[in-house]
C-alpha cells in the first residue's frame, strides 16, 4: 500500500497558521461577545441573596413608584452597564437584570456605586432589590463575584397590588451574529412578557449593547472622523429618544389598572435604531457608505435609508435647538460645546484634506507610472523596427536562374534565347559576388 508522510505545516493536520489579520479578527469577536456577556460580578444568586437578606433584616419592601432614594426609571435609562442574567440555576428559571448605575460624585459616602437586580414572579410582578457595594470592587483583576452579605443601603422593591402592577408582552428587535467569518449579522426578536419597568431594563440593555459595540467598530474598521461623528450623532439620538419614552411611556403612576399599560412604541423605535446600527456595523467587511445618508446599510433598504435620513435631520435640529438654549442659560456651558463641535469639525477637515491630498499623490504615482509604460513600449517598438532584417527577393532571381539553366540544358539555337541568357547568367553572378 503507497503512503504518503506530511511535513511543514501540514504534519500535524492543523493546516497552516493563522495570519495576523486572521488572529485581529478573532481577538476583535471575542472582544464584542464579551460585551454581550455578563460581568463576574454578576452572580445568579445575588438577586435572590439580597431580598432574603432585606426580610432577615425585616426591610419593608417599598413599590417601585413609590421610591424615594432614587428614580428607578431615570436608574435604567441612565446606567452605565446592563446585563440580562440568563443562568440555568437562576431561581424558577426566570431571568432578571442586573443595572450597574451611573457613577456619582458621593457614591463612596454612601457605601459605594449601586446595583439595582430586577426580576419577577409568575404573576409578572416586580420582585427587585438594590444596594451598594464599594467601587473597588468592580475594578478587581481577576473579577470576583458580588456578595449579599457585604451589601450596604439595601432597598427591598416589591410590586403591590396586582391589578395596578402593569404587564405586557412585547418582541425586542435585536441581531444575531457578530460578523464571524464574514458571514452578515441578521435581525431577530426577542419576544418577553413581564413587568413594564423589566421591558425597559431590556430595551436600555439594548441600547447600551449597540453603543459599545458599534463604537468597537467604528475604532477598529478604520471609518473616517466624518463617519465616525455621523454615527455617535444617531447614538446620542438613540438615547434621548429612550430618555423620553422612559418619561412619557413607563410613568405608570395614574395608572388604576394594568391594562391600562399602552404599547411602548418609542421604546420599540429605539431598539430598531440600535438594531440597525449593530446590524450596519458588526458586518464584516463593511457595505458601501449610502451617498444620500451617509450610514453603511444595505443597497435595496430604501426605506431604512429614508428611516436615517429623518433621524439625521431630527437629531441635528434638537442638539441646535439644545445648544441655544443653553446660550441663554449656561453661557459657559455653551462656549465649551461650540468649542467641542468646532475641534470635531477641524478634524473632520483635517481628515478630508488628507485623504484629498493622498487621492492626489496617488493620481499622480499613476500618470507617472503611465507615462513610463508608454516610454516604454515606444522604445520597444523602436528597437523591433531596427532589429527587422531588409526583405531580399530571392524567389523571382531563383525562378530566373532556373529558367537560364534548362534554356542550356535544352540547347536551343535562337539567338534572342542566347542573349537572354547570357544578360541572365551575367546578372545573377553579380549579385553572387555582391
Known sequence: MFTTKLDGAFKSGSGLPESKAEKRVKLEIAELKAMDTPPKWTSSAL??????????????????????????????????????????????????????????????????????????????????????WPAADFKKNPPAPLYAADATDLILI??????????????????????????????????????????????????????????ARLQRGGCSAEEKALVKLLLREVNHRLLLCAEEEFDVSSLKKSEEMK??????????????????????????????????????????CKFWVRWIAEAKEREEEEVKAKEVTDPEAAAAAKERRKAEEAKVWEEEAKAALKAVEEAERA????????????????????????????????????????????????????????????????????
Open 367 to 434: 500618470a507617472e507610472g503611465a507615462v513610463k509604460v508608454a516610454e516604454t513600449l515606444k522604445a520597444a517598438e523602436a528597437a523591433a523596427k531596427l532589429e527587422e532584417p531588409a526583405l531580399i527577393p530571392f524567389m523571382p532571381k531563383l525562378r530566373e536562374r532556373e529558367a537560364a539553366i534548362s534554356l542550356v540544358s535544352s540547347g536551343s539555337d535562337d539567338p534572342d534565347s542566347a542573349a537572354a541568357l547570357a544578360a541572365s547568367l551575367a546578372h545573377h553572378s553579380v549579385v553572387e559576388v555582391e
Open 47 to 132: 438577586l435572590e441573596g439580597l431580598r432574603a437578606k432585606a426580610k432577615a433584616d425585616k426591610i419593608e419592601p417599598t413599590p417601585p413608584a413609590k421610591l424615594q432614594q432614587f428614580s428607578l426609571r431615570d436608574a435604567i435609562v441612565k446606567a452605565a452597564q446592563i446585563f440580562r442574567i440568563d443562568h440555568d440555576d437562576a431561581p424558577d428559571g426566570k431571568a432578571w437584570w442586573a443595572v450597574l448605575c451611573k457613577e456619582e460624585k458621593d457614591d463612596a459616602a454612601k457605601g459605594g456605586r449601586r446595583v439595582i437586580c430586577l426580576g419577577q414572579d409568575k404573576a409578572c410582578c416586580v420582585r427587585a432589590a438594590a444596594a451598594r
Open 263 to 304: 404599547e411602548p412604541i418609542g421604546l420599540n423605535r429605539c431598539e430598531s435604531a440600535a438594531a440597525g446600527l449593530r446590524k450596519m456595523y458588526l458586518k464584516r467587511p463593511f457595505d458601501e457608505r449610502c451617498t444620500t445618508c451617509g450610514t453603511r446599510h444595505h443597497v435595496v433598504e430604501s426605506g431604512t
Open 158 to 215: 416589591d410590586d403591590g397590588d396586582v391589578d395596578v402592577s402593569p404587564s405586557i408582552a412585547l418582541g425586542h428587535p435585536t441581531v444575531v451574529g457578530y460578523g464571524e467569518e464574514n458571514q452578515a449579522p441578521g435581525p431577530a426578536s426577542r419576544d418577553m412578557h413581564g413587568a413594564a419597568i423589566l421591558h425597559l431594563a431590556e430595551g436600555a440593555r439594548l441600547c447600551l449593547l449597540a453603543k459599545s459595540q458599534v463604537n
